[in-house]
């Protein structure tokens, strides 16, 4: 199981992760920027798109 909890302000979200079979964990600051999320960093793209 994979838990993700996202803290939310108007101009940027705090993201962590878990991940309850392996113990790898993760956070990342995603900064807004007119409106638009920052692109995150290439290791949290990976990690979420092996969920």
């Given at each position: 199981m994979v838990l993700i909890g996202?803290?939310?302000h108007p101009s940027w979200q705090q993201?962590?992760?878990l991940d309850m079979?392996?113990?790898e964990t993760g956070?990342?600051?995603l900064v807004?920027?007119?409106g638009e999320a920052?692109?995150?960093s290439s290791s949290m793209s990976n990690w979420l798109h092996r969920c």
């Open positions: 996202c803290d939310f993201v962590s992760w079979e392996t113990g956070e990342q600051k807004h920027a007119g920052v692109r995150p």
